[in-house]
C-alpha cells in the first residue's frame, strides 16, 4: 500500500479505490471521533472495543481463515500481560524486573506468539471441534495455576500498578494518545490480516481448512502452516495484552478467567467471522452493551443478556452481524435495480 | 524398563511378548503399591514422602475423586461419542443438579430423595436441551458447541439469581456419617500399639456408588438392545438411522442419562465437598482432560482419565501444593502428544 502512494497521482487514485469508500469514511470517522468524545467515550467504549476487536481480530483469523476455533486467546493476551508486569515496573512486592518499556513489549508479544504457537501445536494434532475443547482445557488449567501460584503470578491478587509509559514526549496513559494508540495497533493488525488473507499463506490456510486431506496430497505441510497461523494470531492477541495491562493498570487471574475467555468468543461470534471487521464490530456492540445495558437489566442480570443475545445470533445468522448483513445487502440492492412504476 | 526395551527381541527369542512384559511391569507396579499401603514405613520413605498419612490420605482422596469426575465424565463423553456434540454446558449440568439436591434435602429431610431428584430433574434438562436445543442444530458441531456455550452463560447468571453467591453444603444422613477405620497401620506408637488409618465412610460409598454405576453403564452398553444400538450410533450414526432405528429416541435416552448423571454427581459431590458459583467450571474442567485423556465416547476410558487425574490433583495438592494443576495439565498434553485420540478412543 505504501508503494502505491509513491508511484503518482494515478496510482493514487486506483489505491483509494482499491481501499473503499467504506475503509475511507470508518477510518476518517475514527480519527476525527476524539473531537466529538468525551474522555470516558475515548477510552471506555473506544480504546476498550478496540483491544477487544483485537482479540477478537486473532480468533477470527484462526477460526475463519483457519477453522480452528481457540477459547485460549484471552490467555495468549494475558501472557503478554502478565509478563509485562513481570519485566516492567508493577507496584507488588515480588518481581517487577524493571526492563525498559520497548524491551519489555517485544519480549511480551514474542512471549505470547511462543505461547500460542505451543497451544497451536499442541491442539492441531486433533481436529475440528476438539480444538474448542482442549484450548478451553489449557484457558481453565492456566486460570487456576495464575490463581494458585504465588511465585511467578502473585497469586490471586496479580501485579497492579502497571503504566502506559510515556515517550516521544507524549503520555500515552492519557485518554487521546492511548486512544489513537489502540486505533493505531487495531488498523495495522486489521490491515495485516486482510492483506494477509490474501497472500499466498492466507490462501493456503483457507484450503487447509476447506480440505486439509487434499492439501497434504498436494504436497503441502498442513501441520505447519496451522502453527504458523498459531503464532500469527498470538502475536495480535499478545499486542492486545500488551494495551490491555496499559489500560487496566493490573492484571490478575481475573483477566484470563473462563468468562473472558468466553467473551472473546462471544464477540468474534456476534460480529462475524467471515471479515477481519466483524470482531470489532461485535467488540463495540458488547462493550456498548456492557457500558449501558446495566441501566436496563441491572449490573447483576448482564451475563444472561449477553448470553441471550448470543444465542440468538447463533441461531439465526451463524455468521454474526455480518451475517445478517450479507443477508439484508441483496434485497436493497434488488429494491434499486427495480424498475420505477 | 529393559524388558520394554527390546520387545522385538525378546519375541523373536521365543521369550515374553510385549504383552506378558507389560504384565510384569503391571505386577510390580501393584506389588510396590500394596507394600507401599500395608507395610509400616521406614524412617526414610516417611522423610521422603512427608508421611504414610499424607501419602495413603492423598491416595484415597485421589481414587474418590476419580469416582466423582467419573460419573460426571461418563455422562460427557456418551453424548458426545454419540451425537458429537461438545456439551460445554455439562457443568452448569453439575451444578443446577447439585442446588436442586440441596433443596430437596433441606426442605424434604431425606437426603436419597435428594439424590433422586438430582438425577430426575436433570435428566428431565437433558432431554429438553436434546429436542428443543440440540435437535434443531444437527450436524453442526459448531454451532451446537457454541449453543451450548450460551446455555452455560446463561445458566450460571440464573443460578446466581437464585442461590447467590453462598457456598452450601448437602447435610448428609446420619447412616453415612462417621469414619471407618481401615486396615492399614500408618504408625506404631512408643508403646507398640499400632495406629491404623480412618476414613470418611461418606467418600468410600461415593466411590462404591461410582463403580457400580459405571458397571451398569458398562452393562447397559454391552449387553443391551439400547446400548447396542448406542455403540452402533457412536460407530455410524448414518447406518443406524437407514437400518430403521429412530435415532432421536436414542439421542434423548442417552442426553437424559447422560445429564442425570451429572445431576447425580452434582448432589453426591455438593455432600462430599460444597456446592457454589465456579464449580460448574471446574467439573467442565475435570471432564474435557477425564475425556482427552481417555478418548471420546468410551466409557472404560472415562474411568481410566478419571483415575488419573483424580489421583494426579490430590496428589499434587499433598507434594506441590501451588503447581498440582500442571500436573494435569501435563498429563493432558503428553496423552495428545502420544495418542491424540486418547487412551482408549478409536482413531477415526
Known amino acids: ?30 480519527v476525527l471521533y476524539p473531537l466529538v468524545a468525551s474522555d470516558f467515550f475515548l477510552t471506555q467504549i473506544g480504546g476498550y472495543s478496540l483491544i477487544f ?9 484462526l477460526a475463519g481463515y483457519g477453522g480452528m476455533v481457540s477459547l485460549a486467546q484471552i490467555t495468549v493476551a494475558g501472557i503478554a500481560a502478565y509478563a509485562i508486569a513481570i519485566l516492567g515496573n508493577a507496584n507488588s512486592n515480588i518481581l517487577g524486573l524493571g526492563w525498559p518499556w520497548w524491551l519489555a513489549v517485544i519480549a511480551a508479544v514474542f512471549a505470547a506468539a511462543l505461547a500460542s504457537a505451543l497451544i497451536g501445536w499442541i491442539s492441531v494434532r486433533t481436529e475440528g471441534i476438539y480444538t474448542i475443547m482442549i484450548t478451553l482445557a489449557i484457558a481453565t488449567a492456566t486460570y487456576y495455576f495464575a490463581q494458585q501460584n504465588y511465585a511467578i503470578f502473585n497469586g490471586h491478587s496479580g501485579y497492579a500498578g502497571i503504566r502506559a509509559p510515556a515517550f516521544w514526549g507524549i503520555g500515552w496513559r492519557d485518554a487521546k494518545p492511548f486512544y489513537y494508540l489502540c486505533l493505531g495497533l487495531a488498523a495495522l493488525t486489521y ?17 487447509i481448512r476447506d480440505n486439509p486431506r487434499r492439501m497434504r496430497a498436494l504436497g503441502y505441510h498442513v501441520t505447519a502452516h496451522k502453527v504458523f497461523a498459531w503464532l500469527l494470531s498470538g502475536v495480535i492477541a499478545g499486542l492486545a495484552g500488551v494495551l490491555l495491562v496499559w489500560f487496566n493498570g493490573r492484571v490478575s487471574p481475573g483477566t484470563i478467567g473462563v468468562d473472558a475467555a468466553i467473551d472473546v468468543l ?76 | 524398563m529393559s524388558l520394554l526395551d527390546r520387545p522385538s527381541q525378546t519375541l523373536s527369542s521365543g521369550g515374553m511378548t510385549l504383552r506378558q512384559a507389560w504384565g510384569v511391569v503391571g505386577l510390580l507396579a501393584a506389588a510396590i503399591l500394596a507394600w507401599l499401603v500395608f507395610a509400616v514405613w521406614p524412617d526414610w520413605l ?34 458426545f461419542g454419540l451425537m458429537r456434540n461438545v456439551n460445554l454446558a455439562h457443568g452448569s449440568l453439575y451444578l443446577l443438579g447439585a442446588y436442586i439436591g440441596y433443596e430437596v434435602t433441606n426442605r424434604t429431610g431425606y437426603w436419597l430423595l435428594g439424590v433422586a431428584a438430582g438425577f430426575a430433574v436433570l435428566a428431565i434438562v437433558g432431554v429438553v436441551m436434546q429436542v428443543f436445543v440440540f435437535r434443531r442444530l444437527e450436524g453442526d458441531d459448531l454451532r451446537q458447541t457454541l449453543v451450548s456455550i450460551g446455555i452455560s452463560i446463561v445458566a450460571a447468571d440464573l443460578m446466581l439469581a437464585v442461590w447467590a453467591g453462598g457456598t452450601y453444603q448437602i447435610t448428609t444422613p446420619e447412616w453415612l456419617d462417621g469414619a471407618l477405620t481401615l486396615p492399614v497401620i500408618t504408625a506404631v506408637r512408643s508403646n507398640g500399639a499400632s495406629v491404623f488409618l480412618t476414613y470418611p465412610l461418606y467418600r468410600v460409598v461415593v466411590l462404591a456408588a461410582a463403580i457400580v454405576i459405571g458397571v451398569g453403564l458398562w452393562l447397559m452398553l454391552h449387553k443391551t438392545r439400547v446400548g447396542m444400538m448406542i455403540r452402533a450410533g457412536v460407530d455410524d450414526r448414518a447406518m443406524l438411522q437407514a437400518s430403521g432405528v429412530n435415532v432421536h429416541a436414542v439421542f434423548a435416552i442417552v442426553f437424559a442419562v447422560g445429564a442425570g448423571l451429572a445431576g447425580f454427581a452434582g448432589v453426591v459431590g455438593g455432600s462430599a465437598l460444597s456446592v457454589a ?23 472404560t476410558g472415562a474411568a481410566i482419565g478419571a483415575l488419573l487425574i483424580g489421583l494426579a490433583e490430590q496428589i499434587g495438592l499433598v507434594y506441590f501444593p501451588t503447581y498440582g494443576i500442571v500436573l494435569t495439565f501435563v498429563i493432558m498434553v503428553v496423552t495428545l502428544a502420544v495418542r491424540p485420540q486418547g487412551i482408549m478412543g478409536k482413531a477415526r
Open chain 2, 46 to 79: 516417611n522423610a521422603i514422602l512427608i508421611s504414610k498419612k499424607a501419602f495413603v490420605s492423598a491416595i484415597l482422596n485421589g481414587i474418590t475423586l476419580a469416582g466423582l469426575y467419573f460419573l460426571v465424565a461418563s455422562g460427557f463423553t456418551l453424548i
Open chain 1, 266 to 341: 462471544i464477540i468474534a461470534v456476534i460480529g462475524g467471522l467471515r471479515h477481519p471487521i466483524g470482531p470489532f464490530l461485535g467488540a463495540l456492540v458488547v462493550v456498548l452493551m456492557q457500558t449501558f445495558a446495566i441501566d436496563i437489566v441491572g449490573a447483576e442480570r448482564f451475563n444472561t443478556l449477553i448470553g441471550m443475545v448470543f444465542l440468538v445470533i447463533v441461531f439465526v445468522s451463524p455468521d454474526g452481524i455480518l451475517g445478517l448483513w450479507g443477508r439484508i445487502k441483496p434485497h436493497l440492492a434488488q429494491e434499486s435495480l427495480r424498475p420505477g412504476p
Open chain 1, 1 to 30: 500500500m505504501s508503494l502505491a502512494i509513491a508511484t503518482g497521482a494515478t496510482t493514487q487514485r486506483n489505491w483509494l479505490e482499491k481501499l473503499g469508500p467504506g475503509h475511507i469514511i470508518l477510518g476518517t470517522a475514527l
Open chain 1, 53 to 61: 476487536g483485537m482479540l477478537g481480530l486473532s480468533l477470527m483469523l
Open chain 1, 191 to 207: 490491515a495485516a490480516v486482510l492483506y494477509g488473507s490474501r497472500s499466498t499463506f492466507g490462501m493456503t490456510l483457507q484450503a
Open chain 2, 277 to 299: 458459583p465456579g464449580e460448574d467450571v471446574r467439573y467442565l474442567l475435570a471432564s474435557l482432560v477425564v475425556v482427552i485423556v481417555g478418548g471420546m465416547g468410551s466409557i
